[in-house]
């Protein structure tokens, strides 16, 4: 006999327990999809998927935007040592489960590791798997990695639950990353402008100032001249307080001019265009070096001119924010600059030995107090698949590293 009282507990146990994971989801599916900047979604969400279901390890893959053949582990989060950061690893979608999910666009699941063929070792400790797919308009740009030390620790029951977490993270991410271009598109338009009205407006009104004050040099010495009876008809100089005060001037109007045409082309870097990524950092550094006393050594590979444009516009960009930042705040007095390709990928350091300063684990916090520059230059590392990490500790300098995968010069992004 069917005991009628034990199947309806059952059924009111199992229909609180669904109840129960899915306000979870929906909760972890809010926090993330506030958020717009996507190091701080992908980081922010293996760290609360990984915490709010006690998953041993949580990781989110991304394919590469220029390459749809790869993918790269962007962040995790493990339970054993409560790590949440990036892992930059590149691997073929021809490998593991997880290149399984890229292919076949379905999630998978493997409760005992040992047992599914397609299974890449990734830890000793791993025993049991699950792969969700990251969608966006049907095309699968990124795969949430969930993992466990023990056999038989997913529940299929609750797969569909991580569906719908995994969807909601993929839309985070495709309105993170509009966000970002609608940004960069309007930071580009912007230094356009900018770059045009200073070489049209102000720098040739600047120009005028000096052709005016010529002539009012010249006035003056005719009027000196005309009035000295002995020296009629000869040039008298001019008094010697006069003379200083429009040399000055004029001292002071041409530095004026020099900055705003070094300003525009910062602006506009036509010289990155013309000859390439190499000629272009060599004269931002020679302009820097002029300007702020920093002795500045570059160490580029000949193949840093290999890449394609859009990834020598970002390193240049990194290039001058990092620049930047170093001759307002570092006090540096060197700075060592090397671009190299190693192994497909593109390694670009800038190291200064200045008074160096705490970097928090999460680089937002120094975005809020004032340190847009890294957010900007993580923002431009992460457009190109690449990932920015800053090392310094205080009187020890600083270390910026940019790395990338090397895409051909004709190679074009991958919609994602």
Not at 237 to 258: A, F, H, K, Y
């Amino acid at each position: 006999m069917v005991n009628i009282t034990d199947d309806a507990a059952t059924g009111k146990e199992s229909s609180s327990r669904e109840a129960m994971r899915l306000r979870a989801v929906l909760e972890v599916g809010r926090k993330v999809t506030c958020i717009l900047d996507l190091d701080r979604l992908l980081a922010e969400s293996v760290r609360l998927i990984q915490q709010t279901f006690d998953f041993e390890m949580v990781s989110i893959f991304l394919r590469d935007p220029h390459d749809s053949e790869y993918f790269f582990n962007s962040h995790q989060s493990r339970r054993a040592d409560s790590f949440t950061g990036k892992i930059c690893t590149r691997n073929h979608i021809s490998k593991g489960m997880i290149g399984w999910v890229f292919r076949h666009e379905q999630h998978r699941l493997a409760n005992d590791v040992s047992r599914d063929p397609y299974y890449y070792f990734s830890t000793e400790e791993t025993r049991a798997e699950l792969d969700l797919p990251l969608k966006i308009n049907g095309q699968v740009v990124g795969v949430l990695d969930i993992e466990s030390t023990a056999v038989n620790a997913f529940d299929p029951e609750d797969v569909p639950f991580l569906e719908i977490l995994a969807d909601q993270i993929a839309i985070a991410i495709e309105n993170a990353r509009l966000t970002a271009r609608a940004r960069e598109a309007a930071i580009a338009e912007e230094r356009n402008r900018l770059a045009r009205d200073l070489h049209d407006d102000t720098i040739q009104a600047l120009i005028g100032v000096s052709r005016q004050l010529d002539l009012l040099r010249c006035d003056m010495t005719d009027e000196f001249s005309d009035s000295n009876a002995e020296g009629c008809g000869e040039e008298v100089p001019l008094p010697p307080n006069i003379e200083r005060r429009l040399n000055r001037l004029q001292d002071s109007l041409d530095r004026t001019v020099q900055g705003l045409r070094l300003l525009s082309r910062e602006l506009q870097p036509q010289l990155l265009k013309d000859l390439g990524l190499a000629a272009a950092l060599d004269a931002l550094t020679s302009d820097v070096s002029r300007t702020s006393n920093l002795k500045i050594d570059i160490e580029l590979s000949e193949s840093a001119n290999m890449l394609r444009s859009d990834q020598q516009l970002e390193v240049y960009r990194i290039a001058q924010e990092a620049m930047a930042n170093i001759v307002k705040h570092a006090s540096a007095s060197k700075v060592v600059i090397s671009v190299d390709v190693q192994d497909s990928r593109v390694i670009f350091n800038i190291r200064d030995d200045g008074k160096g300063f705490e970097v928090p684990d999460d680089l937002t916090n120094l975005a809020r107090r004032g340190g847009m520059g890294v957010l900007s230059m993580r923002q431009r590392a992460c457009s190109v698949g690449g990932f920015l990490n800053i090392k310094s500790e205080l009187g020890q300098g600083t270390v910026l590293s940019l790395e990338m995968p090397v895409v051909p010069r004709d190679a074009a992004p991958v919609s994602a």
